[in-house]
């Protein structure tokens, strides 16, 4: 019997085992992980970015969470040796609209504490020779890092401080009794089938966080709906256009930021990630397609009204991810001289969105529980950034019992 069995090893997952090892010396924790390596799904494909926290909601998670999570990444990455880079952000606004949008993007970041600063067209243009616009705001905190390396990094500690890491091990079954929480995992060509047995479960399944609830008994109505991101990254020669990371003015309806151009750690510059319907949430081949996740997009109602309420962007994103010039256009709108030779294939990345039954896109971290387990059901970005908050909401949450009529209820 352990006292906490963790399903998902991507940068939440580990950063909970973490954390429950550090709030509770002698306890004994296992991490289990389906894949043959930490950070295989959505901590090993992003764009490395540094969030600083300003486009969030005020009081929402995300902005509390994410301020909190930028702090902590910087210094664990100094500590340990981690590449990463201060390097800033421009946000830049490119039409009128836009215009408006930055202006009240500015005012947002002031109420969310986030140090920001208004530049005007000539300004821009001298800090950024190559890149052009009405006017830009800048985010001198944002940065970047390798999540892969972080999330490593945290798992030998998990492992320091006795917690036991099982990859190989595709969790099949949830039982949870009045007792403990059963998980079991069955034989496959990588392993023997298992078995473990908690107190505690926590669920940080990322991609299949909707199929893991559903497997522990969770009533819940949300769908995890796949959106890829895919990358293009510039030539080598070129990797030096730009200073900062510099992103679109993002349409606040969507929960998703715009291709932006960001340095990597690693000398790259990529530009992306669009944001496409993916019809598999997990083929990172253009093209792919799993027949069970395409069945449930297919029968999810929520879909249908995700799909008429967004038909324009859908469609745009779609002929984007099609055709390279619609996808260059989206870049030159701020850095005009960018050409189609510049766009160098890059591996995709495909973000968890939980899409509720009435169609909303959650834009929030949601998290629920059950009197025995602990389910983070919806952490797309900035949640690399905040996985270490996010731990700690989570740890803090398991020390308060489930409100006694409605064990199952509780929502963030
Ligand atoms: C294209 C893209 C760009 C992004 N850019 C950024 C960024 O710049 N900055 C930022 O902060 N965030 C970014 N994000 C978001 C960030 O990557 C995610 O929010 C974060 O990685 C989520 O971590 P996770 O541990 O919840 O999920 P994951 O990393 O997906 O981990 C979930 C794990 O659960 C495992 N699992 C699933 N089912 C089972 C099972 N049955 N049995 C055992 N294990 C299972 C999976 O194999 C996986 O390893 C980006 C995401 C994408 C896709």
């Known amino acids: 019997m352990y006292d906490f069995c963790v399903i998902g090893g991507g940068i939440v997952g580990v950063a909970t085992a973490h954390e429950l090892l550090s709030r509770n010396p002698g306890a004994s924790v296992v991490l289990v992980e389906k894949a043959d390596r930490l950070g295989a799904h959505q901590t090993g494909h992003n764009s490395g970015v540094i969030h600083s926290g300003i486009y969030y909601e005020p009081d929402s998670l995300k902005a509390r969470l994410c301020r909190a999570g930028a702090r902590w990444t910087t210094e664990f990455a100094r500590e340990h040796g981690i590449e990463h880079r201060i390097c800033g952000k421009l946000l830049v606004a490119t039409d009128a609209v836009e215009h408006e949008r930055m202006l009240a993007l500015h005012e947002r970041s002031i109420t969310n504490g986030v140090r920001v600063e208004l530049l005007d067209a000539a300004e821009l243009r001298r800090r950024e020779p190559h890149v052009t616009g009405l006017g830009a705001l800048f985010v001198p905190g944002t940065g970047i890092v390798d999540y892969r390396a972080i999330t490593e990094a945290l798992a030998g500690r998990v492992?320091?401080?006795?917690?036991?890491?099982?990859?190989?091990?595709?969790?099949?079954?949830?039982?949870?009794?009045?007792?403990?929480?059963?998980?079991e995992s069955t034989a496959s060509t990588a392993g023997p089938a298992r078995r473990w047995t908690a107190r505690t479960l926590v669920v940080c399944a990322g991609l299949q966080a909707d199929r893991m609830a559903r497997l522990a008994g969770l009533d819940i109505g949300l769908r995890i709906v796949p959106f890829r991101g895919e990358y293009y990254q510039l030539p080598p020669e070129r990797a030096d256009l730009v200073n900062t990371l510099i992103y679109p003015i993002p349409d606040p309806s969507l929960p998703f930021l715009g291709v932006h151009l960001s340095p990597t750690v690693d000398g790259a510059l990529t530009v992306g990630p669009n944001a496409v319907l993916?019809?598999?949430?997990?083929?990172?081949?253009?093209?792919?397609?799993?027949?069970?996740?395409?069945?449930?997009?297919?029968?999810?109602?929520?879909?249908?009204?995700?799909a008429r309420t967004h038909l324009r962007t859908g469609a745009r994103e779609l002929r984007n991810s099609l055709f390279k010039r619609g996808y260059l256009a989206e870049c030159r709108k701020y850095c005009p001289e960018l050409t189609v030779g510049d766009l160098r294939p890059r591996p995709a990345g495909i973000r968890a969105q939980a899409v509720l039954p009435d169609g909303t896109l959650v834009h929030d971290f949601l998290i629920e529980r059950t009197p025995r387990s602990i389910h983070v059901l919806n952490a797309p970005s900035p949640a690399a950034t905040s996985a270490v908050p996010i731990a700690r909401y989570i740890v803090d949450r398991l020390r308060t019992p489930p409100t006694p009529n409605s064990p199952d209820s509780e929502q963030d």
């Open 159 to 183: 492992r320091a401080l006795g917690g036991t890491v099982v990859l190989d091990a595709p969790v099949t079954a949830i039982t949870e009794t009045d007792e403990h929480v059963t998980v």
């Open 278 to 306: 993916g019809l598999s949430r997990e083929g990172y081949r253009k093209g792919s397609v799993d027949l069970r996740d395409l069945r449930d997009i297919l029968t999810f109602p929520g879909m249908r009204r995700v």
